[in-house]
């Protein structure tokens, strides 16, 4: 037989240490769990069966956690709640995420190549590096995005959105950028959209892909650990 | 509009009955869905995903009180019962029910002849 308790924190995706309110909302939940599968085992569905469809009763884990903080909090207190848990599980992970790759990239330039370094290996292609490095370290920052977001609580959508923070960002900027030259000198970029979609692909696009393989190399460890 | 008299219904309703449900005895969450499953010969089906928080904000708002008890299967389980409030909160809650019904079947004939 599971560990229960274990089994509805983690779907409930409750932070390690649960405070004592949590704790008495996961064992009376694991409760109820236990009950409906001895409830199946006695209709005489296997072991496994029992199981799979006893926390199958709960489609949406995520969302009666949700529910269950809107109770426990109250109506007049839910805006406040709610706006508190979407900073703590969608504004500043993202945030976070953001900084910490901007950051990273301010320091890989101007820790590394200079316009007023010399040498044939300039012209070698390595002026790309430290953009190559940035974008392969994207990774680290969408997992963290993600891992913040899942900690305080977060749903899925919202730590997805979480851990592309950085890329949603610097797509909207760009396209902001780009919109504000065709307004004040339209003839910059008329016939220089293929760079413009470029500037998209390399700043947001090829960042996006990369926090989101950071994201699911995370999620695939957590369910590792999991299992 | 029409979304939000449902809930409002939906909301309504399952509070009567787990009031009604606890003015007869303490009852912990699995044996209140069991009972209303059984009372209603299946037509009425309350998942852990609608009361439980149903059953927190209930006790939030004092209507209803739970401890833990060891239940009949010796473990323990959290019972609720029914506070003076909830008890006070039971007879209007019936009434307003009673009527709501009445209007309804005045209107649309709902009830058995």
Known sequence: MPDWNALVRDRLGVVDPPSNEEEEIIAELAGHVEDLYEELRGKGISDSDAIGQAVGDIADWHGLARRIRKAKAGEETMSSQSMNHRTKTLWLPGLIGLTASMVWLMILQRATLKPTMTGPWLHSGLAFMPYLVWLISQPLFGAAGAYLSRRAGGEPRTELTASLFPAIVMFGVWWVLVACIVVTRYSHVSHQWPLVFAGALFWSILPGLSLLLGRSLYLRTQNLARS | ?113
Do not use: H
């Not at chain 2, 299946?42 to 008890?69: C, H, I, K, N, T």
């Open chain 2, 1 to 113: 509009m029409l979304k939000r008299i449902r809930a409002n219904v939906a909301r309504g309703s399952t509070e009567l009955v787990i009031l009604s449900l606890l003015a007869e005895q303490p009852l912990y969450g699995f044996e209140i869905s069991r009972r209303i499953e059984e009372r209603t010969d299946g037509a009425l089906r309350f998942e852990l995903a609608s009361l439980y928080p149903m059953l927190y904000d209930l006790e939030r708002r004092g209507l209803v009180r739970g401890q833990w008890q060891p239940s009949r299967t010796g473990r323990d389980r959290r019972y609720y019962s029914l506070t003076p409030k909830g008890k006070t909160q039971l007879a209007p809650l019936r009434r307003e029910w009673r009527s709501f019904f009445q209007a309804l079947d005045c209107l649309a004939g709902v009830s058995d002849a």
